[in-house]
């Protein structure tokens, strides 16, 4: 898990657009929540164990 901490936005987000693409493409959820000027982002991706 990555510590949190506080950055100043200056990028143009299209970071986040690509990450959004590829968990709906690989059939996961992305998850954003905020509180007091902390942004938090969940991903969730589908598991397939073979045996």
């Known amino acids: ?9 200056t990028d ?5 657009a690509l990450v959004k693409k590829l968990v709906q493409y690989l059939q996961g ?3 954003v ?10 991903i969730c991706l589908p598991l397939t164990v073979s045996k």
């Open 12 to 16: 143009t987000g299209l970071g986040l």
């Open 1 to 9: 898990m990555l510590s949190p901490r506080k950055v100043q936005n």
């Open 33 to 42: 929540t905020s509180s007091q000027g902390w942004i938090s982002f969940t």
């Open 29 to 31: 959820t992305i998850e």
